[in-house]
DNA sequence: GTGTACATGTAATCCGTTACATGATTCC
DNA sequence: GGAATCATGTAACGGATTACATGTACAC
């Protein structure tokens, strides 16, 4: 059985991009560095991968030469490895930022939407509970995501992550309304009025 | 070595809750009628698995007593299989949905802004074609959410499904006014006009 | 001298997709 | 009779997480 793909090089999964595409800013750095990194921006828009999914890519990219490696301090294992990106490296990932490949339409989880879609399962209290939490949570998000800007601003180099971290901004923005939105719509649903029996109008 | 959890059935992972959700609204249908109805609707707000994992899910909610299965037709293989919720199924759904549990914040995967985020890499006016691209996609998105919504008005049990459809339509919507003012600031970066070889920045 | 952050890595496992295989039904 | 759609399922694989194992550096 032969493999279908061994040598075709160009089809690397999203995550592997987004890690080479945080080395191909100025600097070198370590695996710890990068999750923290990602942690703090890159997962405003798309998403942070787990510490060891990162050093996993790491090595990938290494041996397709994408990206290189060497320790700071003796040639001892478990020492603190940076990594940079290479020429090559670089190249393959240019061509797949620029390239005419569509870049895929966005996919959203959205596990609050999920359970208000099965609203009728539960206690209107506890839908409108949870949008609030939802609510306070974002309001979070919102700050780190500004913090995130505020940190980007001014440095040219990271014109695009701005652009992108504006978008971020914008989108908690547009988050916490959609949920206020929501809010109302709730208080709309048929059968929501009356969870009380003493709200009952006195009968005629 | 006593095993972590054995006789806990209440972990299961969110699209086995969701696929489990499918079914809680009145009627029995098949794996390939909830697979079109997630196309439909789900995907908005969460996401449609592929059609054979709909199969597996519904084979362990099966397993699990919370949906049960008959054929139409003769008892013979690869005919119509309908499936229902049980009532045992509809509880634990109903704890999953009510329950004190976070739900957890949504995860977004956004490829149009990764890319962005490493406009530096790209001409543009490359990054700009991207965005237009994914504008005219979220018009298309859009259209059919609001199909979705439709089909669901006017039916008293699909109250909250119209919920979550109506927050889609909103969500549809900011999505292309946050593209609009990324196209915007994509105008504004410095050094949009031409494109330069590398400079060797200097980062701090 | 202890706790926290830094730092790297392996193993087990599961989630989910793609590709494939099979066949029934419906419409022209 | 042929195409499209309906319909179910298996196998292989890869992506990604969690839990675990290990150790350093530094502040209090």
């Known amino acids: 059985m032969p493999k279908k793909q061994d040598t075709r090089h160009g089809q690397l999964p999203p995550t592997a991009w987004a890690v080479l595409g945080l080395l191909s800013f100025p600097g070198e750095r370590t695996g710890y560095e990068l999750k923290k990194w990602a942690d703090a921006s890159l997962r405003f828009f798309y998403w942070s991968p787990a510490i060891s999914q990162i050093y996993a890519e790491l090595r990938r990219l290494e041996g397709l030469g994408y990206a290189s490696s060497r320790r700071s301090g003796p040639e001892e294992p478990r020492?603190?490895?940076?990594?940079?990106?290479?020429?090559?490296?670089?190249?393959?990932?240019?061509?797949?930022?620029?390239?005419?490949?569509?870049?895929?339409?966005?996919?959203?989880?959205?596990?609050?939407?999920?359970?208000?879609?099965l609203g009728h399962l539960a206690s209107p209290e506890r839908l409108r509970e949870r949008v609030?939490?939802?609510?306070?949570?974002?309001?979070?998000?919102?700050?780190?995501?500004?913090?995130?800007?505020?940190?980007?601003?001014?440095?040219?180099?990271?014109?695009?992550p701005q652009v992108a971290?504006?978008?971020?901004?914008?989108?908690?923005?547009?988050?916490?309304?959609?949920?206020?939105?929501?809010?109302?719509?709730?208080?709309?649903?048929?059968?929501?009025?009356?969870q009380h029996p003493s709200d009952t109008p006195t009968p005629g």
Chains 1, 2 share one sequence.
């Open 132 to 160: 609030e939490l939802h609510v306070a949570r974002t309001e979070g998000e919102l700050k780190e995501a500004r913090d995130a800007l505020a940190r980007a601003e001014g440095i040219e180099e990271w014109s695009y």
């Open 165 to 194: 971290l504006r978008w971020s901004e914008r989108q908690q923005l547009a988050e916490l309304e959609l949920a206020r939105a929501m809010l109302a719509d709730l208080a709309r649903v048929p059968g929501t009025a009356r």
């Open 79 to 117: 020492t603190k490895r940076q990594y940079a990106i290479t020429e090559t490296g670089r190249e393959a990932l240019a061509e797949w930022a620029s390239g005419t490949a569509d870049s895929g339409p966005p996919v959203l989880k959205h596990p609050l939407v999920l359970r208000i879609w």
